[in-house]
T-cell receptor, first 113, second 110 residues
Framework: NAGVTQTPKFQVLKTGQSMTLQCAQD?????MSWYRQDPGMGLRLIHY???????DQGEVPNGYNVSRSTTEDFPLRLLSAAPSQTSVYFC????????????FGPGTRLTVT | GENVEQHPSTLSVQEGDSAVIKCTYS??????FPWYKQELGKGPQLIID?????GEKKDQRIAVTLNKTAKHFSLHITETQPEDSAVYFC?????????FGTGTSLTVIP
């Protein structure tokens, strides 16, 4: 199993540009989520999905969109990038949302200038 | 929403000593508490977890304790080794969401 994969690993955007961060898992996990990690602030939940076709907002959803058309994929879209979105983004998955450990991907380091 | 506080933010110990990291949470409905280890340039990795109906759990050199009444839980690492050096995060699950502490940078000095 490849586990949770993310692409790209690094990305630089200009303010106002849009892009999609890709995330895929091959463990048949129902629950997938996106976090951002900023220095001194730990990980904060952006959006999550409890299954294909179902998504919901987390703690910091503004400026991001998600969709879940398949169990395997959970892309994160930045609609109009802003410098405040400079961060490291982690995708994660788990078998279920209740009481299960989460597997994290390797992360995408995004810089918005 | 849930608020998770983690202390200390940095911790240095001599190799072979024990390390303790503490977290508190605010939502009494939180029922699952995982701990993650993050090495430089990598994603967090689950190292141990505990559910709200359990007071203590141990896995070799690491253990987690939970005090539901006081709403705090702790990570204990015994016989620390240089490879234990990393950033450790606690988390609490409330409903469908996980809330993370701000992390503890642990350095084990050989």
């Amino acid at each position: 199993n490849a586990g949770v994969t993310q692409t790209p690993k690094f990305q630089v955007l200009k303010t106002g540009q849009s892009m999609t961060l890709q995330c895929a898992q091959d463990m048949n996990h129902e629950y997938m989520s996106w976090y951002r990690q900023d220095p001194g602030m730990g990980l904060r939940l952006i959006h999550y999905s409890v299954g294909a076709g179902i998504t919901d907002q987390g703690e910091v959803p503004n400026g991001y969109n998600v969709s879940r058309s398949t169990t395997e994929d959970f892309p994160l879209r930045l609609l109009s990038a802003a410098p405040s979105q400079t961060s490291v983004y982690f995708c994660a998955s788990s078998y279920s949302m209740v009481g299960q450990g989460t597997f994290f991907g390797p992360g995408t380091r995004l810089t918005v200038t | 929403g849930e608020n998770v506080e983690q202390h200390p933010s940095t911790l240095s110990v001599q190799e072979g000593d024990s390390a303790v990291i503490k977290c508190t949470y605010s939502d009494s409905a939180s029922n699952y508490f995982p701990w993650y280890k993050q090495e430089l340039g990598k994603g967090p990795q689950l190292i141990i977890d505990i559910r709200s109906n359990v007071g203590e759990k141990k896995d070799q050199r690491i253990a987690v304790t939970l005090n539901k009444t006081a709403k705090h839980f702790s990570l204990h690492i015994t016989e620390t080794q240089p490879e234990d050096s990393a950033v450790y995060f606690c988390a609490a699950q409330a409903g469908n969401q996980f809330y993370f502490g701000t992390g503890t940078s642990l350095t084990v000095i050989p």
